[in-house]
């Protein structure tokens, strides 16, 4: 890939940008707290809140449950909003094509995320909550992925590409290494919203063994001893065969980080700014494990769960962003051509 | 029933008024027989009558159930906690001190079919102290649930069932709202409501096909009433425990079927 010229930047869009990255990692945040609270169907109606406006309930029903559903209601308003102008000014500012669809891609991301949110609760369906959950943690990713672009680091990089271009091999790594993770992020979703608590109530172990029983009287005796404040549904086998499904992810997840990290210093050095990325993304999973490990140990906390939602968010966008990065400065190949398109607009045009 | 009328042992029904004047009749017939009429009588009183009867019992635990735990949200909660002096407990495991377990759902099997539901009287599920109360109730299908909302606070009212043709509904209830009623076609054990305001706010309401069901009380003891003669499963299903059975067989006195559970 030949080096462009470098693309004007326009550092009031890229903050705008970043600020609504932020507020959506926010909103993420606060879309956990609903969830582990169980707190997700405590305003029954939407759009409106307990039959007002949205944006007019009386304070004196923020409580209890409904804080956090009705707070997360109006965040995820200000988030439509502020991805509305972004898209808006990306539409009107940025000459890049694929950047102005890229805008109306979370323009409508931003719209269908709303709705389905708004549809959980109003048809009671729980494994809308999944794809909620699911659907949220990319549209955080693109949020990054937007302000990346609009960067002065972005334009850097396509004006200046690092001489080092990044083996096809690695980036096929860390392409698949971040699908396994959004894998991890929707086995995640999928417990969090069985409503069940916790399947496995200890770790390392399961139920004292490294593999639980899962036969009838076994889960009928698990059942027998949970007593959970918030009064959760009976736990079945197929949820325990679940969490144990996401331990064994997470070990190959960390597996699979550890070899980009190594690979990335190995082919790139240790001052490369992906290999930084790359070490930084395993420590975010090391950061991630001992969350999964303390949402066990603190009989999933509700804080303690949601900061492992938010890492599952960041250890996605950080994969995320390294492959896009990467393939920005990889290796000539079919893929890289395919996906030439980021930043190559001739630069004078990519920024009015 | 409506009042005036004699219930006969029989089966028949005759109002009072009726029966006087039927009598005079008899008495001023020409050719009244009246040993004939007395034979009457004394048959039908001492024709043999198929009588209902009761089936008792008493529930036992054994083992030791899992300590309850403290619904710490509940007394940290600015609005529920000032009603405790103490952190309320849940109560999965309601057991005396001889192991007699309450709030076991004990039930029929196989009289699916004969619900009277739709005649019963209203069944009441309070909100009271962010808590439901009571936490295990049973009702019939097409019997009316009202629930209440005793409390100063807003609650939303979230049945969950899971058995196809019974509704999920979520409703708002304010502090002293109009109460809120509900009925379910299908029968389910344990159907859940719960408040999502306050999450640890749970009810579970076991909704029977016939009329023949109860729950254990505090000493462990049920008693199934009128039961008709004939051959019966008994179910006794615990939430945290699961169902067990037992075959009886109702004649004209009472039956006991008695039944322990074991935690392990």
């Known amino acids: 890939m030949n080096a462009e010229t470098p693309i004007k930047t326009n550092p009031w869009l890229c903050g705008f940008a970043v600020l609504t990255a932020f507020a959506t990692f926010l909103l993420l945040g606060l879309g956990g707290l609903v969830t582990s609270h169980e707190a997700g169907m405590s305003v029954p109606d939407w759009p409106t809140s307990y039959g007002y406006n949205m944006f007019a309930l009386p304070i004196k029903f923020w409580k209890g449950g409904a804080f956090f559903e009705h707070t997360h209601r109006l965040l995820a308003s200000a988030v439509g909003l502020m991805t509305t102008l972004l898209a808006a000014w990306l539409w009107r500012k940025d000459s890049r094509p694929w950047m102005r669809w890229l805008g109306v891609a979370a323009f409508l991301g931003v719209v269908a995320q709303g709705v389905l949110g708004g549809l959980r609760v109003t048809l009671h369906m729980d494994a809308l909550g999944i794809f909620h959950g699911t659907i949220a943690q990319l549209f955080f990713a693109l949020t990054c992925a937007l302000a990346l672009f609009t960067s002065r680091f972005w334009a850097g990089l396509v004006a200046n590409p690092p001489r080092l271009r990044v083996p096809s091999s690695l980036r096929t790594l860390v392409l698949a290494t971040t699908l396994v993770i959004l894998g991890q992020l929707i086995l995640g979703a999928t417990m969090r919203h069985q409503h069940a608590g916790l399947a496995i109530p200890d770790f390392p172990l399961a139920y004292g063994s490294w593999w639980p029983e899962t036969g009838a009287d076994a889960v009928a005796g698990y059942n027998a001893q949970r007593v959970e404040i918030n009064g959760e549904n009976p736990i079945t086998a197929f949820q325990i065969e679940l969490q144990m499904a996401h331990r064994g992810l997470a070990l190959v997840i960390f597996i699979l980080v550890a070899a980009c990290a190594g690979l990335a210093w190995r082919r790139l050095g240790g001052k490369d700014s992906l290999t930084k990325l790359a070490l930084g993304w395993l420590a975010l999973i090391l950061a991630q494990v001992a969350l999964g490990a303390s949402t066990i140990w603190f009989n999933k906390a509700a804080d303690v769960a949601t900061a492992h939602v938010l890492v599952g968010a960041l250890a996605l966008t950080a994969g995320a962003l390294w492959c896009i990065m990467a393939f920005r400065r990889s290796e000539p190949s079919r893929a890289t051509q395919a996906l030439g398109a980021f930043g190559a607009q001739p630069a004078l045009a990519a920024n009015k | ?264």
């Open chain 2, 1 to 264: 029933m409506r009042a005036g009328e004699i219930f006969h042992p029989g089966l028949l029904r005759i109002r009072a008024d009726d029966r006087i004047q039927a009598l005079f009749e008899f008495w001023n017939m020409k050719n009244l027989k009246l040993s004939a009429v007395f034979l009457w009588l004394a048959a039908l009183a001492v024709m043999p009558v198929a009588q209902a009867a009761d089936i008792v019992g008493v529930i036992t635990l054994k083992g030791t159930p899992p300590a309850e735990k403290e619904i710490t949200p509940l007394k940290e909660d600015a609005n529920c906690g000032a009603m405790y002096p103490t952190t309320p407990t849940t109560h999965f495991y309601v057991v005396g001190a001889k192991g007699e377990l309450a709030d076991v759902v004990v039930s029929l099997k196989g009289v699916a079919g004969k619900s009277t539901g739709a005649s019963a009287p209203p069944v009441v599920l309070d909100q009271k102290g962010c808590l439901y109360s009571p936490q295990i109730l049973a009702i019939q299908t097409g019997q009316k649930l009202v629930v209440k909302n005793s409390d100063s606070c807003v609650h939303n009212v979230h049945a969950t069932p899971t058995v196809p043709g019974n509704p999920e509904s979520n409703q708002v209830q304010m502090s002293g709202g109009a109460d809120l009623e509900y009925t379910f076609p299908q029968p389910e054990m344990f159907l859940r409501f719960k408040c999502d305001v306050h999450p640890w706010m749970f009810a579970w309401v076991s909704v029977m096909d016939s009329p023949y069901f109860c729950i254990s009380d505090k000493d462990g003891k049920f008693v199934i009433k009128n039961v008709p003669p004939g051959k019966y499963t008994v179910s006794a299903a615990h939430r945290k425990l699961g169902a067990q059975t037992q075959d009886v067989e109702v004649k004209d006195a009472d039956v006991t079927a008695n039944f322990t559970f074991e935690v392990k």
